[in-house]
Structure formats: structure tokens, C-alpha cells
């Protein structure tokens, strides 16, 4: 059983990874379109009483706040699947700080990967503060595993 759980979670880290570099690969029109139908959807479903103008300037703020979201969940779902492949993997055989190092090591590696490849997509670019959102998500799911492990191992 240990097995096939540890086959699911590292098919699931490559599935997330093969979903960012999807999300990476889109030429920022169709990019910006997406995430824009959706901020439109919310602003109009919680606005109903703005102003044509309001509304303008509240979907620009939706749109901002879901394309940083949607960094950091999925560098989030990265980084819980990762963390738990690894432990599932070679827990018995590295320490949680050796394999929490890692991971950051590996996402820190694959988050740069992602901004350099975006560089060359038609209208995107690398942006810092993208790299720093997708450390976050990753840091706050790998550590939660850290800490629930690490909790469990001294309880044990």
C-alpha cells in the first residue's frame, strides 16, 4: 500500500509540474483573457450597485489578486506533494530538515526554470515577485508537512 502511495504522490508532483509549465506555456493573451473572464464573473456577481467605472477598477484588483493566488496555490499543491513524496521515499533514510532543504531546494530551482521559460513566451516575462509568491506557497505547504512529521516522529 506504502508503495502505490508513494507512486500516486510523485505522478501528482509531476502532474502539478506538467500543469504550471501549461499555465507557463500560454502567450499572455490568452493568459490574461482567462484570468480576466473570471474577475469579471466575481465583480459582477459582488458589485451589482457600481458604477461601469468602479467596476473597471475593482476587476483589475480581482484580476491581480487571482493571478497571484493562482502562483501560490499551485506551488502550494507542489510543494505538499513533494514534500510528502520525498518523505514517503527516503523519510526513513534522511532527516525532515535534510528533505524539507531539498524540496525548497528543487522548487526554488524549478520556480526560476518557470519565470526563464516564460521569457519567451509571446508578451510574458520573468517577474521576481512571481518567483518570490511561488517560494511562499511552497514554503508554507512543505513546512506544515515538516511540522505535522516532525510533530508526529517526537509523539511516537
Known amino acids: 500500500m506504502k508503495k502505490l502511495i508513494r ?3 510523485w505522478i501528482m508532483v509531476f502532474v502539478t509540474m506538467s500543469t504550471i509549465f501549461y499555465f507557463s506555456h500560454q502567450p499572455a493573451k490568452k493568459s490574461s483573457k482567462t484570468s480576466h473572464t473570471i474577475a469579471k464573473k466575481i465583480v459582477n456577481t459582488v458589485s451589482k450597485n457600481k458604477t461601469q467605472k468602479e467596476k473597471k477598477k475593482l476587476e483589475k484588483k480581482v484580476n491581480d489578486t487571482l ?18 513524496a520525498m518523505i514517503m521515499s527516503f523519510g526513513h533514510k534522511k532527516s525532515f530538515v535534510y528533505l524539507f532543504v531539498l524540496s525548497m531546494i528543487l522548487i526554488l530551482m524549478y520556480a526560476l526554470s518557470d519565470e526563464y521559460h516564460q521569457s519567451f513566451i509571446p508578451g510574458r516575462s520573468a517577474q521576481l515577485i512571481d518567483i518570490v509568491v511561488d517560494f511562499a506557497g511552497c ?3 512543505s513546512g506544515i508537512i515538516f ?10
Not at 511540522?147 to 511516537?156: H, T
Request: proline share 0%; net charge positive.
Open 147 to 156: 511540522a505535522v512529521c516532525n510533530f508526529k516522529k517526537k509523539s511516537i
Open 7 to 9: 507512486i500516486f504522490l
Open 139 to 141: 514554503l508554507l505547504s
Open 67 to 84: 493571478r497571484t493566488l493562482a502562483h501560490f496555490s499551485l506551488y502550494f499543491i507542489l510543494g505538499l506533494f513533494l514534500m510528502s
